[in-house]
């Protein structure tokens, strides 16, 4: 599961697409964590979907991830800054991939 931590135990190492990266990232097959408010381990999450399915308000859009392990495609938070803190994407991610930090 992502560490909830991650904001004390990882650094800030790059951004993509408005949001912060948290390290370590060692492209394709390491790739940190996509935001902050919204946050999504890119090294968990496998591509099931039901995050993007079941966000009312659409903070997630797929990106390419070329020769990742766990899956080539992944939920960025792109629109993290849109979330209402309904919390449901914790709730249905089979891998816990995602944290959402409330206030
Ligand atoms: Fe979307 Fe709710 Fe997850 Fe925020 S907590 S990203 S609004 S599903
Ligand atoms: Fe990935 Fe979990 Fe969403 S596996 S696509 S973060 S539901
Ligand atoms: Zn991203």
Redesign the pocket.
């Known amino acids: 599961a992502i560490d909830p931590e991650f904001e004390q135990n990882r650094e800030a190492v790059e951004e993509h697409d408005g949001h912060q990266v948290w390290g370590p990232v060692e492209e394709p097959e390491t790739l940190g964590i996509h935001g902050t408010h919204?946050a999504v381990d890119f090294d968990i999450c496998l591509a099931d979907g039901a995050?993007l399915e079941?966000?009312?308000?659409d903070?997630?859009e797929w990106v390419d991830t070329p020769g990742h392990p766990e899956s080539e495609i992944k939920a960025d938070?792109a629109n993290?800054e849109?979330?209402?803190?309904?919390?449901?994407?914790?709730d249905v991610c089979p891998v816990d991939a995602?944290d959402?930090d409330p206030g």
């Open positions: 919204v995050c079941d966000c009312p308000v903070v997630f938070p993290e849109q979330c209402i803190d309904c919390m449901l994407c914790v995602i959402v």
